[in-house]
């Protein structure tokens, strides 16, 4: 039942797999073969084969592995994936779900499950990609899977949630609580979640409301400024320019991260909440600096008076720490003043002592 309402794979498929004559090396139709794009095929522990895309950037720090959403498979988002290995700098993998492309199998909550670990392994095992260099990016029921597998990869770089839900049910009926019978439990497992955690959804969005995005980003463990695009609705996030302007921002900080992503971003928290901190004291701050320029006036010969002001005891104390300090420092001169003038002293008896040693040998 759940299967029946939740899953729209396209029918027929959008793309054909074929073998290249001679190499045996597979390739999406009607698409012109491209260097840095390879189409592969892998098994899944619940016995279906899976098609995906792997497009390569040859400055890539980053691999995103990208879940699509409803009623598309890898055909339909060839192009997207090609534009953001392009503008992202990352390399990409984009798969079907089983009975979806040319997957084999039927669409189920468990066999997504099953299809984005066998993509995650493919891409540690294959490319030779760490688990801190990943990123999971889902796309409404995309988020699914994505959360499923971030829950349970702890040294994960990031996450990207594009228009996702809470929950399967919770997208038809606004329900308070979660029902044995519903799928894709989001709202559950953001929580668990111990990477940075980008959210994108649109304000317009008539499939999956914004306050899903919402609430989830309000759920997330390490949240990073979201993204609700004014006017976007579900299917047309790619076409405003602040879509990939954000990404691209997100990426290039997490990136920075000399370990892991959420490393960082509890670092970047800390120097926030210290700047506000900060801040609440600027004005206290500011009157002890007041207080302060009299104690700089001691060192001077004159003293201004100042009207209405009383010296607290601590610069009292202050004052006199300071002229201490310089009768320590003039005795300190003199002390050097009498060792330079006994330096001088015996100079100059040595002096004295060769020349009377010159006049004695002369005489002679």
């Known amino acids: 039942m759940a299967a029946k309402l939740a899953f729209f794979p396209p029918n027929p498929p959008s793309y054909k797999v074929v073998e290249a004559p001679g190499t045996g090396a597979l390739a999406l139709e009607p698409f012109p073969r491209r260097e840095n794009v390879e189409v592969v095929k ?14 390569g950037h040859p400055m890539a720090k980053s691999t995103i592995l990208y879940s699509h959403g409803n009623a598309a498979d890898i055909g339909y988002m060839y192009q997207l994936f090609l534009d953001l290995s392009t503008q992202l700098c990352v390399n990409l993998l984009g798969y079907d779900y089983s009975g979806y492309g040319q997957s084999s199998g039927k669409p189920s909550e468990n066999n997504t499950y099953a299809d984005i670990e066998a993509a995650y392994k ?51 009926y ?5 029902y044995w019978f519903d799928i894709y439990k989001n709202i559950d497992k953001i929580p668990l979640v111990k990477c940075p955690v980008l959210v994108i959804h649109g304000t317009a969005d008539e499939v999956v409301d914004c306050s899903h995005g919402k609430q989830l980003w309000e759920l997330c463990q390490e949240k990073y400024e979201p993204l609700w695009i004014k006017g976007g609705n ?14 691209r921002k997100f990426i290039s900080i997490i990136e920075k991260s000399p370990s892991q992503g959420q490393c960082f971003w509890r670092s970047i928290d800390r120097i926030e909440e210290a700047r506000r901190s900060i801040d609440c004291f600027e004005a206290p ?31 009292t104390l202050e004052k006199s720490r300071i002229s201490f300090d310089q009768v320590a420092r003039s005795h300190k001169n003199i002390e050097h003043h009498d060792k330079s003038r006994k330096s001088i002293d ?10 009377d040693w010159m006049d004695r040998i002369r005489a002679r």
């Open 234 to 247: 579900h299917c047309n996030l790619e076409n405003f320019p602040e879509y990939v302007r954000h990404l």
């Open 174 to 178: 606004p329900v308070k609580r979660t």
């Open 285 to 315: 701050r500011m009157s002890t600096d007041l207080r302060d320029k009299p104690r700089k006036s001691a060192d001077m010969p004159e003293q201004p008076k100042f009207q209405g002001y009383r010296l607290s005891n601590i610069e």
């Open 122 to 172: 493919y891409i540690e095992e294959h490319y030779g990609t760490k688990q801190e260099d990943i990123i999971l990016y889902g796309q409404s029921v995309g988020s699914g899977p994505t959360l499923d597998l971030a829950t349970r990869l702890p040294r994960l770089r990031a996450v990207v949630l594009h228009s996702p839900i809470l929950s399967g049910l919770r997208v038809m």
């Open 42 to 55: 892998f098994g899944t522990r619940r016995g279906t084969e899976i098609v995906g895309v792997y497009v």
């Open 346 to 355: 015996v100079h100059f008896g040595r002096a004295r002592k060769s020349l």
